[in-house]
Nanobody
Framework: QVQLVESGGGLVQPGGSLRLSCVSS???????MEWYRQAPGKQRELVAS???????NYGDFVKGRFTISRDTPRKEVYLQMNHLEPQDTAVYYC???????????WGQGTQVVVSS
């Protein structure tokens, strides 16, 4: 079964950090690997994207706080999130994209709550 499985979400205080992980059951070579998020009542938005060659793009709201990385041989993608703010509260999704910001495979999501 082709799937992406996220982990690492949870409750964190403002200013804290979390590291999300995503494991794929199939090769991620030659794909963009991306993180999206969806907050209650809002549309899903792109958080970070990493091409197969290592190029990265981030949502404007990231402002240098998050870092996407990948271990292609292990079929894993990560999102290191620092200086978290309450407005970062959302369900975070890992996605595989043949082209930038055009996912063809989604994970089930992991909840991130930033609250004191």
């Amino acid at each position: 079964q082709v799937q992406l499985v996220e982990s690492g979400g949870g409750l964190v205080q403002p200013g804290g950090s979390l590291r999300l992980s995503c494991v794929s059951s199939v090769s991620i070579s030659f794909y963009y690997m991306e993180w999206y998020r969806q907050a209650p009542g809002k549309q899903r938005e792109l958080v970070a994207s990493m091409s197969y060659s290592g190029g990265t793009n981030y949502g404007d709201f990231v402002k240098g706080r998050f870092t996407i990385s990948r271990d292609t041989p292990r079929k894993e993608v990560y999102l290191q999130m620092n200086h978290l703010e309450p407005q970062d509260t959302a369900v975070y999704y890992c996605a595989r994209s043949p082209l930038y910001d055009q996912p063809d495979l989604w994970g089930q999501g992991t909840q991130v709550v930033v609250s004191s």
